[in-house]
T-cell receptor
Framework: AQSVAQPEDQVNVAEGNPLTVKCTYS??????LFWYVQYPNRGLQFLLK??????LVKGSYGFEAEFNKSQTSFHLKKPSALVSDSALYFC???????????????FGTGTQLKVEL | DAGVTQSPTHLIKTRGQHVTLRCSPI?????VSWYQQVLGQGPQFIFQ???????GRGNFPDRFSARQFPNYSSELNVNALLLGDSALYLC??????????????????FGQGTRLTVV
């Protein structure tokens, strides 16, 4: 089965500074990787995905992610953090389900991002 | 266009009761999945339905069941509620189609969730 790991429970960054939220993955075959953000008492919002092609993926709200096959990482980045970016961030991998022919998202444990003035 | 809508947004149930949660996918999306998110954890996959057929089931007991209707809306049912079933239940819809090349790479769109509290 595929899996992702988010090694940091919380990341603190000052507004205006660059931010990085880390994610590593373990897959067999091609990786289909996603980042989602969750604001308090809300569902998950899609930020970006890596399928194939360029290792730097551009997403919503100025976020981007860097895919690194040799390090099996898919870190989320933003050049200049905003206080409004404070939220819970989840890395996920698409995982096929052999019985039934479906698939599912397998999520990491999440990283709380706190951006302070 | 409306996003994924879930109802109710909150509810409180007593141990041993039954609950039904509802989800309407984005128009045109035929795939609906359900996830359970316990406080402090990432969402855990419960079910996927596509074209009214169950296409996947996560590691949940038989007390959990679901179905998808002809209009692609879905219900999640949980019987004999336990305190540990307290969680945010998320529904996700996707335009992905079984057998298509983009089946694995299509993002899922999530509703705002139903917060279930079992007392």
């Amino acid at each position: 089965a595929q899996s992702v790991a988010q090694p940091e429970d919380q990341v603190n960054v000052a507004e205006g500074n660059p931010l990085t939220v880390k994610c590593t993955y373990s897959v067999s075959g091609n990786p289909y990787l996603f980042w989602y953000v969750q604001y308090p008492n809300r569902g998950l919002q899609f930020l970006l995905k890596y399928i194939t092609g360029d290792n730097l993926v551009k997403g919503s709200y100025g976020f981007e992610a860097e895919f690194n096959k040799s390090q099996t990482s898919f870190h989320l980045k933003k050049p200049s953090a905003l206080v409004s970016d404070s939220a819970l961030y989840f890395c996920a991998v698409r995982d096929p389900i052999l019985t039934g022919g479906g698939n599912k998202l397998t999520f990491g444990t999440g990283t709380q991002l706190k951006v302070e003035l | 266009d409306a996003g994924v809508t879930q109802s109710p947004t909150h509810l409180i149930k007593t141990r041993g009761q039954h609950v039904t949660l509802r989800c309407s996918p984005i128009s045109g999306h035929k795939s609906v999945s359900w996830y359970q998110q316990v406080l402090g954890q990432g969402p855990q996959f419960i079910f996927q339905y596509y074209e009214k057929e169950e296409r996947g089931r996560g590691n949940f007991p038989d007390r959990f069941s679901a179905r998808q209707f002809p209009n692609y809306s879905s219900e999640l049912n949980v019987n004999a509620l336990l305190l540990g079933d307290s969680a945010l239940y998320l529904c996700a819809s996707s335009p992905q189609a079984v057998g298509r090349p983009d089946f694995m790479n299509t993002e899922a769109f999530f509703g705002q969730g139903t917060r279930l509290t079992v007392v």
